[in-house]
């Protein structure tokens, strides 16, 4: 969209300031915002994403089913696994492959660790923004004790690449079991701790109340997913609508409040850990014997088809729309991500707003570049 | 008479040549030194991420590996009291005007990291239609950090190399 201060803002064209945001900025990591402001206030505000744009779909195309698997956790460093269990559900339906008990549990187990680290980062770095030192401290610190578990188990640090095609790479080892229970007691009480000294904090309220509401209504309208639609009121959750892999053995609720604002959005991430830590520790306790992973060989065949899967990732509703016309490769592969449907409330959410606040809104929609721009 | 007047010279640049090497060992060498010493110590990397490695970037600056320890915290204010850029994975198209743009606005003297195997040869996206195959086409490099994404060690240790050649370093301004 081409667009000139001038031919928007003509009457009072010497009161608004251009300004760019990004991409080199604290407030905006490889990302840009293009801001019109009037004085501390913003009156227009358009995001520029595409400073990560790698191509991943056209790869997937000359990459085969197997091939994809390490490339395609790329985008969402943070949240690996949610991104390639998508992945695999599409591949697996497919091939009509039925993925074994333990491999679906073990799905469950690596994927909720994988929310839990992608959240910490998210609310260590809404910390940050908020200048509540503490918390990114804290959070950092306490995030990689889910990362060495999700080492224990996959072998990886941060790309686990452990759920494929078939089922998961490999078993889990039975300290890890132990450990990972032991860690699920600690974070719970860990918890508490952050609620009292990052949400019940009176700084904190002040800066993230009621800055950067989105309604109900305007949730639906540009379409928002995961955290940033259940703070403001919309109970989606990927898990509970179209329950996958073995999501339904499980209790646990799908946290929603009604604020809309960017504490709640952050606070939703404190709820979704608290639900994901339950999970973690009924699927570590019920764990089932047998097999992980199906044979399926080095370069699987897949019948030709088209399918559309979506699981719950830690920003919202990952999704992919993989077609395939018989060949060891995808036809075509397309990954629809949380960060890209979250973006579009970002313009709606900046308009005047004071310049300290883009920051804490920015943030508090959980996105990230790397993901929305594939 | 021409010379003998080029024998007077001749014996004079000897002579220059002999002080400015006294003043190099007496003054310049400890004068560097003491220079490159408090450089070392004080690394402050420009925040600018470029792609999924300033995940791990940020678990180092965390609490538990902490890169504050070796003197080096990501500087949040201007481009101009930086010295070092981690160049954290993947340039694409888009950003490689940006990264040359941020190079050249930094005072001198100046590093790079080039962390991830993105940054160094373009890693996983190598037959990608929109990413760089490598940085050091279009910024020189100091010290390569490989992995994908490098471990927080790793990055450490990227840290400590780049230390050491600073130390080593023969001049008082940089390149």
Known sequence: MRMTLESEYSPDADRIMAVSLGPQHPGAGHFRIRLWLDGDYVVKALPDAGYVHRGEEKMGEYRNYTQNVPHLERPVILDSSNILFAYSLGVDELMNSKVPPRAQYLRVIMSEINRIISHMYFIAIQGLFLGHTTMITWCMGDRDFWIDLGERIAGARVTFAYIIPGGVRNDIPEFAIEKGLKTCDWFEKRMGEYEKIFYDNPMVHQRSDGVGVLSRDDAIA????????????????????EPYSSYSDFEFKTPVLTQGDSWARAYVALLDMRESVKIIRQALKGLPQGPVRLK?????????????????????????????????????????VPSAKNLRALPHLLKNVHIADIPVIYWSLNYWPVEADR | MVVAQQ????????????????????IGDPLRYLANWGRLYSLWPVHLETACCSVEVGAAAG????????????????????DL?????????????????????????????????????????????????????????????PGCPPRAEALIQGIVLLQEKIRRMPTLSGR
């Not at chain 2, 007077?8 to 007496?26: P, W």
């Open chain 1, 222 to 241: 540009f379409g928002a997913t995961g955290t940033v639609a259940r703070a403001s009121g919309l109970a989606l959750d990927v898990r509970k609508d």
């Open chain 1, 296 to 336: 399926l060989g080095p370069q699987p065949r897949v019948p030709a088809g088209e399918v559309y899967s979506r699981t719950e990732a830690a920003r919202g509703e990952m999704s992919y729309h993989i077609v395939s016309d018989g060949s060891p490769r995808p036809y075509r592969l397309k990954i629809g």
């Open chain 2, 7 to 26: 024998q007077k010279a001749g014996t004079f640049q000897v002579l220059v040549g002999k002080i400015d090497d006294v003043l190099q060992y007496a």
């Open chain 2, 63 to 82: 609490s538990r590996f902490d890169i504050e320890r070796f003197g080096t915290l990501e500087a949040f204010g201007s481009l101009r009291a930086c």
């Open chain 2, 85 to 145: 850029i981690i160049v954290m994975g993947t340039v694409t198209r888009k950003l490689a005007p940006r990264l040359k743009l941020i190079y050249d606005q930094m005072a001198e003297p100046k590093w790079v990291i080039a962390m991830g195997a993105c940054s160094i040869t373009g890693g996983l996206y190598f037959d990608s239609y929109n990413v760089l195959r490598g940085i050091d086409d279009i910024i020189p490099v100091d010290v390569y950090v």
